[in-house]
């Protein structure tokens, strides 16, 4: 503006849906974050319809000061490092204190029909009080593609047992409706089944399964880890912006937040984990080899990059252990990270992948003592039998499959960090024709490796990186 006033306007991506509820809930979650003093940018405006003179939905918020910690991640002392997780910790702390009466997303009452599903939120402003209330989940896993016009139920989520079975309930839905056989959506998994499309009544199945057993992924006797939680749904460093004194001054991107239980919402963030190590999953504190030194450079450069890696995740459950020790709680509770990835691989929209929650029903039939008890009420909580069995052929079977799938998700991997993009595939534009070379090169030297004229057509009819009609997958 003239006088040097800043703004910013959104407006959803063309593919964002359902749009009136996605801007409307993270309007009013902003609003309600900043009440409680969680830094976040003001809204000046906003527009939950397209019924407008703009011809879209939008909101007009405040620009946040400070710099963005994605610009700065990767310079930062390892000092520096520890501070900003240790303050993300802290910030964490009071999102997982705010209390919630329900399970969905955050919205204006009056930004809902008056017919709709939902449940008010208390405040301590008088003069807001009734203002909020929760209503539907607006997760994208609920309303991708075709998914969007399914009717069922999406929330609020009265309690644990409604908030397990909805994601799963949505994809049944679905896949009855308008599924069909598909190659997996990953290509490199693709020679696996010869490339042979996969029916999705085998992941229906498992979804029916993964039902009989939600009931008993409620953890018992402590009524904290089922306790409605909020959390940033994407706590990454581009959406974070620092001070010069490394405080927190603005967490962005709040579109498809949700209220669920804790023991589904806990876990250290992408950006931060590195799940699969062994040191970090011990815990134990990382440090360089002993023989560093006498490392190669290139040897010295991967361990540093590990070590990152490592320290990350181990700061942030040092900093979870002492400064919110409720989330600490639920991230080593029995089996935790087995009960979200039952749920999170349910909820997730079918691409052709039969084996990855069924090896999750599996693991949790070998897990069962461990894991299920009758429920609370029961003085002696006695174990009843596990709902689902599988036969060894078909444990045997899965489990060789999902480990030629991780072996191809490893192999892409190492494809993508060849050519330098990230899970996406998108590029900075300065380095786009530096990177479709490399591409293009990596595709020749696959090509001139095939056997057989056979293998050489698959390899370009099915090439990881070629642009592809995804439509069939929405």
Not at 150 to 166: H, K, S, V
Not at 230 to 240: A, F, I, S
Not at 254 to 271: E, K, V
């Amino acid at each position: 503006m003239q006088d040097g006033f800043q703004f910013v306007g959104r407006v959803p991506y063309p593919i964002t849906e359902p749009k009136h509820l996605v801007v409307a809930s993270e309007v009013a979650t902003m609003d309600f974050l900043r009440l409680h003093g969680i830094p976040v940018p003001k809204i000046y405006s906003y527009s939950a319809t397209s019924e407008n003179s703009a011809g879209t939905e939008y909101l007009f918020m405040d620009l946040v000061r400070g710099t963005n910690l994605g610009e700065v991640w990767y310079d930062l002392s390892e000092k520096a490092r520890i501070t900003v997780v240790t303050k993300l910790v802290e910030l964490e702390s009071r999102l997982f204190a705010l209390p919630f009466p329900a399970s969905g997303s955050l919205y204006y009452t009056k930004d809902l029909p008056a017919d709709s599903n939902k449940v008010d939120i208390s405040i301590a402003d008088p003069a807001r009080s009734s203002c909020f209330c929760i209503g539907p989940d607006t997760r994208l896993v609920l309303w991708y593609g075709k998914r969007l016009g399914i009717q069922i139920d999406r929330g609020p989520y009265i309690d644990a047992a409604a908030a397990l079975a909805a994601g799963a309930m949505k994809e049944i839905a679905y896949l009855i409706r308008f599924g069909k056989p598909l190659h997996p959506f990953q290509r490199l998994r693709r020679e696996i089944y010869n490339y042979q499309k996969q029916s999705p009544s085998e992941h229906l199945d498992s979804l029916d399964k993964y039902l009989r057993i939600a009931p008993y992924l409620i953890p018992n006797g402590n009524r904290t880890l089922i306790r409605p939680t909020l959390r940033h749904p994407d706590l990454q460093p581009n959406n974070v912006f620092i001070s010069d004194a490394l405080d927190i001054t603005g967490l962005i991107d709040w579109q498809h937040c949700a209220i669920l239980p804790l023991f589904l919402q806990c876990g250290i963030p992408n950006s931060l984990q590195n799940y699969g190590d062994g040191v970090s999953e011990s815990l134990i504190p990382p440090e360089l080899p002993h023989n560093f030194d006498e490392l190669s450079e290139s040897e010295q450069f991967e361990q540093v990059l590990l070590l990152r890696r490592r320290q990350l995740h181990y700061f942030y459950v040092a900093a979870t252990a002492k400064l919110n020790s409720t989330h600490y709680d639920a991230l080593t509770h029995d089996l935790g990270i087995l009960r979200r990835k039952l749920f999170d691989h349910a909820s997730s929209p079918w691409e052709g992948d039969n084996v990855t929650l069924k090896a999750d029903l599996i693991d949790l039939t070998k897990n069962w003592s461990n894991i299920a008890t009758l429920g609370s009420s029961t003085s002696d909580n006695v174990r009843p039998p596990c709902p689902i069995a599988f036969s060894e052929e078909e444990v045997s079977e899965c489990l060789r499959l999902n480990a030629a799938q991780a072996e191809a998700d490893e192999q892409l991997q190492a494809c993508r960090d060849a050519i330098g993009i990230g899970p996406e595939g998108w590029v900075p534009l300065e380095q786009y024709n530096e990177i479709k070379q490399r591409e293009n090169k990596l595709k020749a030297d696959a090509l001139e490796a095939a056997e057989s004229e056979e293998e050489r057509l698959r390899i370009c009819e099915h090439w990881i990186f070629d642009d592809f009609d995804e439509e069939e997958y929405s």
